[in-house]
């Protein structure tokens, strides 16, 4: 019986040597085709293809030189140096290209940018930075037509400081970098496309300066009317439509301020910061002040020539606003003023047809 045993074991040996030899060719089978899969996905790198590579540099300027160079007069006693006032860098780009064969293509690259959605010809190509909450975008089935504005946003107590104007709120940092022209053609090797992404919104920096009743201020927020209410993406210039843009401030030793985006003046041209049109324009900044008793005053300022002389950002300064003892010290002294009470913004989504 032992004898009979040896060699259904000797079998047995050969069986599990045969198994383990058919594993053995299926597992270098498998990671042959995934060599083979991974060639395959890389090799475009290396055909004869359309390969354009964005390269990204970043312009980070809060507002353009005009009739002030604030670079080199910026005082002391504001509450911020010039370059903290610059915008970050954004953290993802949108490519879109547009062919003249009516082709369009379109990627989302990282900051430091990417291959473009290029084929073979000419397309004129938009970027511009994807990481933005409010800004909405419009017009983008062609380049010369796209825009960005931002969302409606509402305040009840504020009135109407121009007739006509949507109130909305402070735009995102946005840049963007246009090419009327740009050629796809096949090539062994990446070709590097130089890319600088341009600021198209600006920041203000308003400052109200109280000379009477400083005691009595809790809470401060404003607007300024007037200001562009879009910006066209392939050479920056704003459209003729007119806005007012809401804000809250932050309370100083010398009254309130705020650090305020926005697209600039309207009407205004992507080069050469000149005036487009002698059309008359005019500015309104308003304070809205909520005092330790819970009484709301409403203050109004002409910044027109301010305004006309930085028309893409800059400083705002008003003084001598006063708060009356009579106002100060009118009813309880208990009162609690909070952020809470003292009426909401509303958000509002800017439907687009």
């Given at each position: ?8 074991k000797e079998?047995?040996?050969r ?49 353009r ?61 938009l ?7 409010y ?64 600021p ?32 066209y ?5 704003t ?21 305020m ?12 910061y ?12 308003n ?7 819970g ?18 950002g ?6 001598g ?9 009118a ?15 509303m958000?509002?989504p800017?439907?687009l047809?």
């Open positions: 019986m032992a004898h009979r045993a040896m060699p259904r079998g047995r040996k069986v599990r040597i045969t198994t383990m030899i058919r594993c053995a060719a299926i597992l270098l089978l498998v990671a042959c085709t995934a060599c083979r899969k991974e060639l395959y996905y890389h090799d475009d790198d290396h055909a004869l293809t359309v390969k354009v590579y964005a390269v990204t540099s970043w312009k980070q300027e809060w507002e030189t005009h009739s002030y160079n604030w670079k080199e007069s910026w005082l002391d006693e504001f509450r911020y140096t010039y370059d903290a006032l610059r915008p970050d860098k954004a953290t993802g780009i949108k490519a879109t290209v547009y062919g003249d064969d009516g082709y369009s293509g379109e990627l989302h690259l990282p900051a430091e940018g990417g291959k473009l959605p290029l084929r073979e010809g000419k397309h004129a190509v970027l511009y930075n994807n990481d933005t909450e800004i909405v975008f419009d017009g983008l089935s062609a380049s010369t037509s796209a825009t960005a504005t931002t969302r409606t946003l509402t305040r009840a107590s504020l009135g109407t400081l121009h007739k006509g104007e949507r109130t909305i709120n402070q735009p995102d940092q946005l840049y963007a970098h246009y090419l009327e022209e740009c050629t796809g053609e096949k090539t062994l090797e990446k070709v590097e496309l130089p890319v600088t992404m341009h198209l919104t600006y920041t203000y920096l308003i400052r109200y300066k109280f000379s009477k009743g400083l005691k009595y201020v809790a809470l401060t927020r404003g607007a300024l009317a007037g200001m562009a209410e879009k910006v993406l392939n050479d920056g210039r459209g003729s439509e007119t806005a007012t843009i809401l804000f809250d401030c932050s309370q100083t030793d010398f009254g309130a301020d705020v650090c985006k926005c697209f600039g003046v309207p009407n205004y041209p992507g080069d050469h000149t005036r487009a049109d002698g059309t008359p324009v005019y500015y309104t900044l304070l809205e002040v909520r005092l330790n008793n009484k709301v005053l409403n203050y109004e300022f002409d910044v027109t020539d301010q305004v006309n002389a930085q028309p893409r800059g400083v705002i300064t008003v003084d606003i006063e708060v009356d003892d009579e106002d100060g010290m009813g309880s002294g208990g009162f609690d003023v909070t952020v809470d009470g003292w009426g909401d913004y958000d509002i800017l439907p047809g």
